[in-house]
Antibody, heavy 121, light 109 residues
Framework: EVRLLESGGGLVQPGGSLRLSCATSGFTFNNYAMSWVRQAPGKGLEWVSAIDGSGGDIFYADSLRGRFTISRDNSRDTLYLQMNSLRAEDTAVYYC??????????????WGQGTMVTVSS | EIVLTQSPDTLSLSPGERATLSCRTSQSLIDNSLAWYQQKPGQAPRLLIYGTWNRATGIPDRFSGSGFRTDFTLTISSLEPEDFAVYFCQQFGISPRWTFGQGTRVEVK
């Protein structure tokens, strides 16, 4: 069974940093691109960042303006999100999601349970 | 960036009724790369439909997707009690900004 388990969330002051992790199991991690998606309280879903299987291609939402860094350790089957200069508007549940490509189409076929990040003084 | 607009915001229906959810994209998705997700309170989203009409593994056949270019639809043929949730569409047509719609809540009438 494919599993994704996020950790590392918590309460942080504005301007602070956090590093989120997503431990995976049940599939060949380095064969799949991965992504982070966030959801502010009571709001919709917002794609944050993506990384291909080798870590060579990386993409970010324009709104992040270089504050976040996605990475992966294929030897540990783990995805990361380093978040710096955090703002109140970064408060959200952060999900990691596995890309799937099937029948000519992409999707996020498996999601973790999410980790809550609260930015507040 | 492609903007996805879902309608209605809220759909009030009774179990057994048919639900029709709309997702309109601001640019044409030439390869029909649109997915639908279901989210229940306190849970992660779950993939329902990908590539406009393909059901994900384990998804009941009462869920179906259709559409073309800029107009897409998720249909639930007969609502079960467990189907009352929020539904999001997402486009994969223009990489890599994988934008989502704002969501449609299906609630019990």
């Amino acid at each position: 069974e494919v599993r994704l388990l996020e950790s590392g969330g918590g309460l942080v002051q504005p301007g602070g940093s956090l590093r989120l992790s997503c431990a995976t199991s049940g599939f060949t991690f380095n064969n799949y691109a991965m992504s982070w998606v966030r959801q502010a309280p009571g709001k919709g879903l917002e794609w944050v960042s993506a990384i291909d299987g080798s870590g060579g291609d990386i993409f970010y939402a324009d709104s992040l303006r270089g504050r976040f860094t996605i990475s992966r350790d294929n030897s540990r089957d783990t995805l990361y999100l380093q978040m710096n200069s955090l703002r109140a508007e970064d408060t959200a549940v952060y999900y990691c999601a596995k890309y799937s490509y099937d029948r000519g189409s992409f999707s996020f076929d498996v999601w973790g349970q999410g980790t809550m990040v609260t930015v507040s003084s | 960036e492609i903007v996805l607009t879902q309608s209605p915001d809220t759909l009030s229906l009774s179990p057994g009724e048919r639900a029709t959810l709309s997702c309109r994209t601001s640019q044409s998705l030439i390869d029909n790369s649109l997915a639908w997700y279901q989210q229940k309170p306190g849970q992660a989203p779950r993939l329902l439909i990908y590539g406009t009409w393909n059901r994900a593994t384990g998804i009941p056949d009462r869920f179906s997707g259709s559409g073309f270019r800029t107009d897409f639809t998720l249909t639930i043929s007969s609502l079960e009690p467990e189907d009352f949730a929020v539904y999001f569409c997402q486009q994969f047509g223009i990489s890599p900004r994988w934008t989502f719609g704002q969501g449609t809540r299906v609630e019990v009438k």
